[in-house]
């Protein structure tokens, strides 16, 4: 019997994110916090912002929102702020079932993601102690949806597997509930109930039997998918009205 063991209910009146950290900048920070890799590691283009234009709690959820706005910082320029935030130190967890209900903004150059990390890097540094990708939208593509593992001894020899779906109605533009059933032996990726991706976990060469944590973005451009940005698509807004963890 699964039991609910951890709840984000952003719709009830008293929402707030004491679970989370909210992230800032555009530089991927190492563990004492120095700029290890401009863009995040993905030569993403935005600037994140814990201000209410970026962040906020409104009628149908967490909403993280990407606009066109220019943020001068250290010599540099950037043209776009959004908003992302995670659990770690917060909240972590080893197997279970991960349900995020979300709605994901469309248009070109337009990345979210729902997504996880190894809460102590048991195995070494990424990607060896792993990444789990819950969910990843390129929002030129609005009917297809991602699910992907990335492990790997070194950055030499990291693997990446991504398992991708099509909508069989509507688009990421509309309230959709995504899950991750994560246990022992399998991984499996679910949209609405239906069951699109289910992958074996091999011990001692996937690093998924430790303890993750859950992070939430909106990108704007990177390399996920190298293409121009649409500005007629921002503002583009990213919901979350909640999030729930099942464990037996």
Not at 70 to 94: H, I, K, M, N, P
Not at 109 to 138: F, R, V
Not at 166 to 178: A, D, H, P
Request: hydrophobic share 40%; with cysteine.
């Amino acid at each position: 019997m699964n039991k609910l063991v951890w709840e984000q209910d952003f719709l009830s009146g008293n929402a707030d994110l004491q679970s989370w950290n909210i992230r800032l900048g555009n530089d991927l920070l190492d563990n004492d916090g120095k700029p290890v890799y401009p863009g995040w590691g993905n030569g993403e283009q935005q600037f994140y912002t814990g201000n209410p234009g970026n962040l906020s709690i409104g009628e149908e959820g967490l909403q993280l929102c990407a606009r066109r706005e220019t943020v001068e910082q250290d010599g540099r320029s950037f043209a776009y702020t959004s908003a992302r935030l995670d659990t770690r130190d917060q909240f972590s967890f080893c197997y279970g079932r991960l349900v995020v209900r979300a709605k994901l903004p469309v248009g070109q150059g337009i990345w979210p993601a729902i997504w996880l990390l190894p809460q102590d890097q048991a195995y070494g540094p990424w990607p060896a102690s792993g990444e789990i990708d819950m969910l990843e939208a390129k929002g030129r593509l609005p009917r297809q949806i991602a699910g992907t593992l990335h492990y790997g001894p070194d950055l030499a020899h990291k693997v990446v597997e991504e398992f991708t779906y099509e909508l069989e109605n509507g688009t990421i533009n509309e309230f959709r509930e995504y899950a991750l059933e994560w246990e022992a032996g399998s991984m499996r990726w679910l949209v609405d109930g239906q069951c699109f991706a289910e992958r074996s976990l091999e011990p001692g060469v996937m690093p998924f039997d430790q303890p993750f944590y859950l992070l939430l973005n909106l990108a704007v451009g990177g390399w996920y998918d190298n293409v121009a940005v649409d500005e007629a698509a921002l503002p583009a807004v990213m919901t979350v009205s909640s999030i729930r963890l099942y464990q037996h």
